[in-house]
């Protein structure tokens, strides 16, 4: 049988190979190597993070990317691991390591674990892009475990993608209910899925440039939206986590991020009343009267404007004009745009203490 | 003054760059649509019914590749191409356990097609596209194009419980694949059929696509295919056993996988493996995971020799062992695990409609002379057909010897076959069979074409020439190259190998045939038997 | 520096995806502009109605001209429907709308400017609920009342007018012009005021009876009304929920990799046939079952529905229909699409083949009819493993 080896190779010299040769040199070509490189760049730092349930089976999988020589990994906290007794990290060149929770960032839900290794065994970390410089139409790989296809040293899926946008869906209404990272977002169309949260969002230059999210789903339209976060946002997590390992479980960010906690207690007093009519909400929330020296009184608001947004949200009816505007308290400012004959203006309202 | 004058050519610059970076995107897409345009006629519409899913035409005769799931065990495909017109075409062969079925177009002639690529060259990131007809969407059968990269390669996706529609190394690819797409190809950037997407991951939502298709690569069709073209249902081997990992820190690279069910009677327990034991090695490949073994034994035919190396816990240590067995069959069955009949002969009978029947209606006015003692016979006892295949250019040889050289610079070793040749091997193989029986001589109750079968990593075509006494088995090479591997016959009444030449090829009724047949013993040492033939005249 | 700019993208050794990336940031500068921002508010899903959908009623629209009672009673839905008051939009639609789970016009969309005066193409979609006030946010952050003028049925397609001048118009492609493969980019200015752009190519043309073109480019309501764009930022067109056999998208088909947009290679003449408040173009029907089997060129005639479009212009059974307006039939279904791209009401002029002469035969299409209309019946694809999160699997 192996005498027949150099009849292959005969035949491959002669007219196949022709014909290859022609067909390439005809057509596209057959990869991007960018997306080679940065795809050959980003793999080795892919973890394969499972939250292992007693002795028996995995019931949970994710995807996490390697973030520092150490063995700091980087992934999206969830039940799967909080509930771990253990949890497991298989990386690209099969080596399998359990790993510890180090630290949740509170305001990501991102967490850091790190690989339980030998003194001194390192690990490739991913180089971490600049993620100001994203923008709508650059190419991204989402890097990661949909629904566990990889198990031991197979590599991660790579899905390709464009970046949609760099905003902050949370403003949007009817955004899903677990949405609530406060600040821009990358969105991207590669597919987000089970098993790639966690995982990296890399630029063609290889580098990490968000950290995926869980799906989104607006409640709404049931339009799903692919989130990363920024890796700039993460950076002081990393930074703070590697200079002060021992500072406890949780990283509640810089104080700056505090003010935009939500506030608590009364809701504050604009003076409007809303229309209510229809039990099943489609009214529009035209405001029936203005309270005579109240906070919109004096902004200016007629019986008959039709409140169409109240800052950046649309008011899809006097329900949704009441749940938002029970929200703002005494001092604080909310500009409504609204409808008045076929004018449409803005007007700021600021809230008081209940008369 | 200086740097007003210097700021001008710069922006001037800046400008000439975004042209040029479009000039440049522009003459790439080019070449993208160019591909897509050249794919298009190679993709089918398949219907069944009110139902449909896809295909791609592989060969310039008109096989057409498409999903079991989709053809099931129908007989007959409407197929729909990019000229806008139905073509009526067969099912030969399906492979339940791989989600395959070979069709082919019945109208003989030459067909736009798409080449069987070499699935293991691909790598992530590289461009594919999908086509094919999701949601039946194309009124006028124009495929839907669908663009992605390769996510990853040599994926195992399990089937369902029976064992069937597995997907044991496919391709993943973001390449939008939706229901319908089912059978249809997925093209690398070369133009060559790289996978045949035939199932998705979904999330609760529906049946749509989320960025996770998976396609069965191309390199596990070609293992199948010379079964498929043979009409044959294609039977999986397996151990029936399962075996799971379980994570052993003491066990090298971490992972134990072992076997934690067994089912006897079957291959495995007989063999005296036990639930508990490790398996080591299979094909002298080390196992290190269950994707990574369900992957190597899910490409291997039943009946398949192997061998495997497991480990026994016993007296506070592993004890390796060897084991050399043969592969149970995977159990013909459908979806809901209904059994699978094997196909009624009118699987093939339909190819015969086409190319066999052409060949034996071609050779009715031999028939008739060979009573006239045209065809002659030497010697006795005919043992089956051998292993020179002579035609023009052509030798067939047995892998180590090699007796009859060709005329035409033929030598030693072994010899290209025309690939137009070769693709008329199996009209050739029908030649014979009637050039045999027409005779008169019952040696040779039947030569057919009955699929692939493996030698070493390579399938190659197989025909079985059957006489009264035994079963004869002949190798050939598979298509692609048009290389003849091997043609031995084995006789199981006289229990040796021989071989059987075919010399003298001509024409006659555009057909080539072997004007003289000669029979060997195996070493070619002792000619068996002569068949010379002098009536087939052109014409 | 022009040097090394040219010779960074050469064609020989470029990068091509360094390249797409410039030509799309360009694109993506050059469209933006047209791109608005369409928000409604009030009007009613028809999925929100109580009872029988068939005996649904939407309130009036538009809403404001109408006294509003200061006292805050109930009223609107509530309110019985003005007797004999037709309801704005088909009432064909509103069974399929109220079915569970199919919501419709919720939330902002996108529209693209087709002229400088002020007038938007966007998808019907967006007005199923019969809103009470329309709104266009332009780029520039502008926020204006629109109306909504008249809506093509068959392409998904709905006109707005707002009272603006100069405003940056959109490029628009012929299909003619278009080539399966090419680079689609779609464009959705849905979230939080800033377009949102996603990628993919031109999957196939003459889809949906001829009146769109398939893309994968992931398309939802995030960007239906929005544009998809080539490599210099033209329209190819609008992006619809059209689906599969008249069926109209629903979230099963969002980010599905299936997207349809309706080119709009005449703007002017868009325009002048939608610009009329309450015009709702239909579906065009011949009433001709073609022989879809036998090759073209043309379409041969194998039945005539009696008292159709066909009937009353004298088609024949046997007839060869060879061309539609000028524009060849190269077989049956180029004789669906030509149809189909046309509306209720166009006349057109066939060139037939009678017996060995060609003929002119001009008919004026009617509508579908109403029994018509669900007769097709939707091809199922084979379904495939059902492939569910697969299961941790343990075999051999």
């Given at each position: 049988m192996r005498a027949l080896l150099p009849a292959f190779h005969r035949m491959a010299q002669g007219l196949p190979l022709l014909l290859l040769a022609a067909m390439t040199t005809a057509g596209p070509a057959v990869r991007s190597p960018r997306i080679d490189a940065a795809v050959t760049s980003v793999q080795p730092s892919v973890v394969k993070v499972f939250g292992v349930k007693g002795f028996t089976g995995v019931f949970g999988y994710m995807t996490g990317v390697i973030v520092h020589e150490s063995g700091l990994v980087i992934t999206r906290g969830s039940v799967t691991l909080d509930e771990a007794p253990q949890i497991k990290c298989h990386l690209n060149d099969g080596r399998r390591y359990l790993a510890e929770l180090v630290r949740y960032d509170k305001r990501s839900k991102m967490v850091l674990l790190r690989l339980m290794a030998d003194k001194g065994e390192t690990f490739p970390a991913a180089k971490l892009g600049d993620s100001d410089k994203v923008r709508p139409g650059q190419f991204v790989l989402l890097v990661g475990n949909a629904y566990r296809v990889a198990e031991g040293g197979e590599p991660c899926a790579v899905n390709l993608g464009v970046v949609s946008a760099v905003t902050k869906p949370s403003m949007r209404a009817g955004l899903a209910d677990d949405f609530d990272y406060p600040g821009e977002v990358i969105l991207h169309d590669a597919m987000n899925n089970p098993g790639v949260y966690g995982g990296p969002l890399v630029n063609l230059d290889g580098e990490v440039v968000g950290i995926s999210g869980t799906l989104v789903e607006s409640r709404e339209t049931n339009v799903q939206l692919h989130y990363a976060v920024p890796i700039d946002d993460l950076k002081p997590f990393l930074e703070d986590t590697i200079a002060r390992p021992d500072a406890g479980k949780v990283y509640s960010g810089s104080s700056e991020d505090a003010g935009e906690e939500e506030g608590s207690g009364e809701p504050g007093y604009h003076g409007i009343t809303i229309l209510k009519a229809g039990i099943n909400l489609a009214t529009p929330a035209y405001v029936d009267r203005v309270a005579p020296g109240s906070p919109a009184s004096r902004a200016g608001l007629l019986p008959d404007d039709l409140v169409l947004r109240i800052d950046r949200t649309a008011v899809k009816n006097w329900k949704t004009f009441e749940k938002m505007m029970a929200k703002y308290h005494a001092g604080e400012t909310a500009q409504l745009t609204i409808k008045r004959k076929d004018e449409v203006k803005v007007i700021a309202v600021k809230f008081e203490a209940k008369p | 003054m200086r740097r007003v004058l210097l700021l001008i050519p710069l922006l001037t610059a800046v400008a000439g760059a975004a042209d040029d970076a479009l000039a440049a995107a522009r003459a790439l897409e080019k070449e993208r649509i160019e591909l897509a345009s050249r794919l298009a006629p190679a993709v089918c519409a398949v219907f069944r019914g009110p139902g449909g899913g896809s295909g791609v035409v592989i060969t310039r005769d008109g096989l057409v590749l498409s999903n079991f799931h989709v053809t099931e065990l129908e007989n007959e495909m409407r197929i729909g191409l990019l000229d806008a017109r139905i073509h009526e075409a067969v099912v030969l062969g399906v492979d339940p356990s791989g989600d395959l079925s070979l069709l082919r177009l019945k109208e003989p002639r030459d067909w736009a097609f798409a080449p069987l690529g070499d699935s293991d060259a691909l790598r992530q990131g590289d461009w594919v596209y999908a086509m094919g007809n999701p949601f039946l969407l194309a009124t006028d059968f124009s495929p839907t194009i669908t663009l992605g990269v390769i996510s990853g390669i040599h994926r195992y996706q399990g089937g369902s419980i029976r064992g069937t529609l597995l997907y044991p190394d496919c391709i993943q690819t973001d390449a939008s694949i939706n229901p319908g797409n089912s059978g249809g190809p997925l093209f690398n950037f070369q133009g060559q059929v790289v996978g045949i997407n035939g199932r998705v991951s979904l999330r609760e939502?529906?049946?749509?696509?989320?960025g996770v298709g998976y396609a069965i690569s191309s390199n596990q069709i070609k293992r199948c295919l010379p079964d498929l073209r043979a009409g044959q249902i294609v039977e999986h081997g397996t151990l029936n056993a399962t075996v799971r990992s379980i994570d052993d820190p003491e066990w090298p690279g971490g992972v134990r996988v072992t076997f934690d069910k067994l089912l006897s009677p079957g291959c495995a327990y007989d063999a005296g493996i036990q639930i508990g034991d490790a398996l080591v090695e299979f094909m002298g490949e080390r196992i290190t995971g269950v994707n990574q073994f369900s992957r190597l034994i899910a490409v291997l035919p039943k009946g398949r020799r192997i061998s495997l190396r497991t480990a026994r816990f016993e007296d506070g240590r592993w004890g390796e062992r060897e084991h050399r067995l043969t592969l149970d069959g995977i159990p013909l069955v459908d979806e809901k695990g209904k059994e699978l009949k094997k196909p009624p002969r009118t699987y093939l009978d339909m190819e015969v409609d086409r190319t066999f029947a052409a060949a034996r209606a071609a050779l009715q006015p031999v028939a008739a002379e060979t009573r006239e003692g045209t065809l002659t016979v030497e010697g006795r006892d005919p043992v089956a057909l051998g292993e020179a295949y002579a035609a023009g250019r052509v030798t067939w040889t047995t892998g180590d010897r090699v007796r009859e050289a060709t005329a035409g610079g033929g030598r030693d070793g072994d010899e290209a076959i025309d690939p137009d040749l070769a693709k008329d091997m199996l009209e050739r193989v029908a030649a014979w069979n009637d050039l045999l029986s027409a005779d008169g001589r019952q040696h040779f109750a039947t030569v057919d074409f009955t699929g692939g079968a493996l030698v070493g990593h390579d399938t190659v075509d197989r025909i079985e020439a059957k006489t009264k006494e035994g079963v004869q088995r002949v190798y050939f090479v598979h298509l692609d190259t048009g290389l003849l591997r091997r043609l031995d016959i084995y006789s199981r009444n006289w229990a040796r190998w021989i071989s059987l030449v075919c010399e003298d090829w001509r024409e006659a009724n555009g057909l080539l045939r072997p004007y003289k047949v000669t029979v060997w013993d195996r070493d070619k040492e002792k000619l068996l038997q002569t068949i010379v033939y002098t009536g087939i005249r052109n014409g | 520096m022009i040097l090394a700019l040219l010779l960074l993208f050469a064609?020989?050794?470029?990068?091509e995806l360094a390249a797409l990336e410039a030509a799309v940031s360009n694109a993506l500068r050059a469209i933006d502009p047209s791109v608005v921002t369409i928000e409604t508010v009030g009007g009613v899903r028809p999925a929100d109605l109580p009872g029988d959908p068939d005996k649904m009623t939407l309130p009036e629209r538009p809403r404001e001209d109408k006294e509003k009672p200061k006292d805050g009673e109930p009223k609107d839905e509530e309110e019985p429907a003005p007797e004999g008051r037709t309801p704005r939009?088909?009432?064909?639609?509103k069974k399929m709308l109220a079915m569970p789970g199919f919501q419709k016009a919720e939330g902002p969309t996108t529209g693209v400017i087709l002229s400088a005066d002020g007038y938007i193409i966007t998808s019907a979609w967006n007005f199923e609920s019969n809103p009470t006030v329309v709104t266009v946010t332009t780029a520039d952050g502008k926020t204006t009342a629109a109306r909504l003028l008249g809506v093509d049925r068959a392409a998904g397609l709905a006109l707005l007018k707002v009272d603006r001048d100069g405003l940056p118009h959109a490029t628009f492609l012929d299909p003619k012009d278009v080539a399966v493969g090419a680079w689609a980019f779609a464009v959705g200015?849905?979230?939080?005021k800033r377009p949102d752009v996603k990628y993919g190519i031109i999957s196939a043309k003459n889809r949906i009876e001829g009146n769109a073109l398939q893309t994968d480019a992931a398309t939802s309501p995030s960007n239906y009304g929005g544009p998809l764009v080539d490599l210099e930022g033209r329209v190819y067109g609008i992006i619809v929920p059209l689906g599969a056999g008249g069926e109209d998208a629903n979230p099963n088909w969002y980010d599905s990799g299936i997207g349809f947009v309706a080119p709009i290679p005449d703007p002017q003449a868009l325009i002048r046939r939608l610009g009329k408040e309450g015009v709702e173009l239909q579906p065009a029907f011949l009433g001709v079952a073609t022989d879809q089997d036998r090759p073209g060129p043309g379409a041969v005639v194998t039945e005539i529905v009696p008292e159709t479009a066909a009937a009353k212009a004298g088609l024949e059974k046997g007839d060869v229909i060879l061309a539609v307006d000028g524009a060849t039939v190269p077989h049956a279904f180029g004789l669906r699409f030509e149809i189909g791209r046309r509306r209720a009401g166009d006349k057109v002029k066939l060139r037939v083949l009678r017996e060995g002469k060609e003929i002119e035969i001009e008919a004026e299409l009617d509508k579908r009819p109403q029994e018509q209309e669900p007769t097709e019946k939707i091809p199922v694809p084979l379904g495939g493993p059902d492939g569910k999160e697969p299961e941790p699997k343990d075999k051999g």
């Open positions: - | 939502r529906g049946r749509v696509n989320i | 064609p020989e050794n470029v990068d939009f088909g009432d064909e639609f200015r849905a979230l939080d």
